[in-house]
């Protein structure tokens, strides 16, 4: 799990390496996406630019994309992920 600058399109992507299988992981819209942790579940922490290249965390659970903002900030970077408490939310570190 990280990220790389693609050679042809100069774009920097997140990636999964999982069992000798690369998977490109592209928050929709972003220009720019980085994948930051992974807990044992294998859901993925991240930080995405969108087009005005405005700075976003996410989650990635089971190939669904939550966005996360804290309120009243300029940026939002998500560095890693815990596992899913009791109530299903995740715990992240911003």
Not at 21 to 42: C, L, M, R, S
Not at 71 to 92: E, K, M, Q, W, Y
């Amino acid at each position: 799990m990280g990220d790389y600058v693609d050679r042809h399109d100069g774009g920097r992507h997140g990636f999964l390496l999982r069992a000798g299988a690369y998977t490109k992981i592209d928050f929709p819209q972003a220009v720019i996406t980085v994948a930051e942790g992974i807990n044992n579940p294998g859901d993925i922490a991240g930080v995405h630019l969108d087009s005005l290249f405005n700075e976003h965390g996410f989650v990635l659970h089971q190939s669904h994309f939550t966005p996360v903002d804290v309120p009243d900030a300029v940026a939002t970077a998500v560095f890693s992920i815990n596992a899913l408490d009791p109530s299903g939310r995740h715990s992240c570190t911003c």
